[in-house]
């Protein structure tokens, strides 16, 4: 589905790019990333693995005759993998890599909803400490009494993670 349609849950996700993140969940908990950076949604589609990759890279997908890696984002963050469903979507970002801008799509565990955020109701993301990588978060925002864990797409990915071996 094109981020201009409408969602499964009857929500029109906006072209306005400003202040909107697409919430999503992961393990039950809630995570965002600027539209800006959504190309579109889409459900579980046939995926081609890979061999020779990292766990977390599922494979490639054709999306109308491009090629586009997919990656769980479960497994990336270091959570069990989970059964997929019929809410389960792959949200095709684009993000900066040293290559330029690469398109990639991410296996989410279900898509939320689009949300209008203040860039200044977004709170530094804590400090875990050294033991736990959280350069990929840009912050956390409280939301009708929940966190969401607002990421960076950018540095999600490393341009190591998208080195296949031969």
């Not at 019929?86 to 900066?96: L, N």
């Amino acid at each position: 589905m094109n981020i201009s349609d409408e969602t499964s849950q009857g929500t029109v996700l906006a072209m306005e790019q400003g202040d909107k993140f697409l919430q999503f969940e992961l393990n039950g908990e809630l995570y965002g990333i600027a539209i800006s950076r959504v190309r579109e949604i889409n459900g579980l589609m046939d995926i081609t693995t890979v061999p020779r990759t990292p766990i977390f890279m599922k494979g490639l997908i054709n999306l109308r005759g491009k090629v586009v890696p997919v990656i769980n984002l479960r497994l990336k963050f270091g959570l069990d993998e989970a059964e997929y469903d019929e809410r389960t979507s792959i949200i095709v970002i684009e993000f900066q890599s040293i290559h330029g801008l690469v398109q990639m799509g991410i296996i989410v565990d279900t898509v939320s909803e689009v949300i209008g955020l203040d860039e200044r109701l977004i709170e530094p993301a804590p400090n875990f400490g050294a033991r736990l990588k959280s350069e990929y978060i840009k912050g956390v925002a409280k939301i009708r009494d929940r966190v969401v864990i607002i990421l960076d797409i950018d540095l999600i990915l490393t341009d190591e993670d998208l080195t296949f071996e031969a």
